[in-house]
């Protein structure tokens, strides 16, 4: 496993700005996963400064959200549809006919068949080059809670408290938080060819270190990127404040530029 440690959240932002923008330059037609919550605002900011002011072209870029809130619209402000809008579509040229978000309002006796119908759209497009991904408080990815089976594919899941009160942040109240989605699985997130997965502040901490040093298991969602051949963890000082191997992280790190490889 890659493992970044780096000052703060700006740093943290721009360093995976940076991997995304590789990959786009390598891979001009590409698929990308995205992920929504407080952690990578910062990295889309960065994103579309890159189109607006080094001409970094998303007219290639296919993307797949990991999931959306289940009951809400995609024109609900609070939906991820109107996020990925707000802090990415609207400041670069991704083609909004190449993004895609599962859809929250979906009727229940459809659910399954769209579920089907998402994970089928990545297969046709030829599967997720870079998957970016946030780790939860209870140490979920994407909404793969506490318990998710790692095997698990794309489907209605319940979120856990811990989420909906982590969440009532962006809701007037907790009350508000929709208590259902529509998340890709461990299993679909485990196909893609490469992981980004990105952490910041104290409060992350605890879970980080569960997550990358602790036992693999589905009681830390986010432990399952231990299974995945190439991960690159991007963390700020503070969520990387509970690793007992940081040492070997930042000497690791120190080592890539003369090898020029990334050291997985
Ligand atoms: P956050 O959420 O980025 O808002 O901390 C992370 C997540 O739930 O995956």
Do not use: W
Request: aromatic fraction near 6%; charge should be negative.
């Amino acid at each position: 496993m890659r493992v970044l440690i780096v000052k703060n959240y700006e740093e943290l932002s721009v360093k995976a700005a940076e991997e995304v923008a590789e990959l786009i330059k390598r891979k001009p037609i590409c698929v990308l996963g995205l992920a929504t919550g407080g952690t990578p605002v910062g990295m889309y900011k960065e994103l579309a400064r890159m189109h607006q002011s080094e001409g970094l072209d998303f007219s290639g870029v296919a993307t797949f959200n990991l999931d959306e809130y289940y009951g809400l619209d995609g024109s609900h402000p609070h939906s991820y549809r109107c996020f990925m809008d707000a802090n990415l579509v609207d400041g670069t040229n991704i083609n909004r006919e190449n993004m895609f978000i599962p859809n929250g309002k979906v009727a229940i006796k459809d659910v399954e068949a769209h579920c089907a119908e998402y994970e089928e759209k990545i297969k046709e497009a030829g599967g997720i080059d870079l998957q970016v991904l946030g780790i939860g408080g209870d140490g979920h990815i994407a909404f793969n809670e506490p318990g998710a089976s790692l095997a698990s594919r794309t489907r209605l899941v319940a979120l856990n408290e811990q989420t909906i009160k982590d969440n009532a942040r962006f809701f007037a109240s907790a009350e508000e938080v929709p208590v259902y989605a529509i998340s890709m699985g461990v299993g679909t997130i485990l196909e893609a060819r490469e992981l980004l997965v990105l952490a910041n502040g104290e409060k992350k901490a605890d879970i980080v270190a569960k997550a990358l040093e602790g036992p693999l298991s589905s009681s830390v969602v986010a432990s399952v990127i231990q299974l995945h051949p190439k991960v690159t963890v991007i963390l700020d000082e503070e969520a990387a404040g509970k690793l007992s191997r940081a040492n070997f992280y930042k000497f690791a790190a120190s080592m890539e530029g003369q090898v020029r490889l990334k050291l997985f």
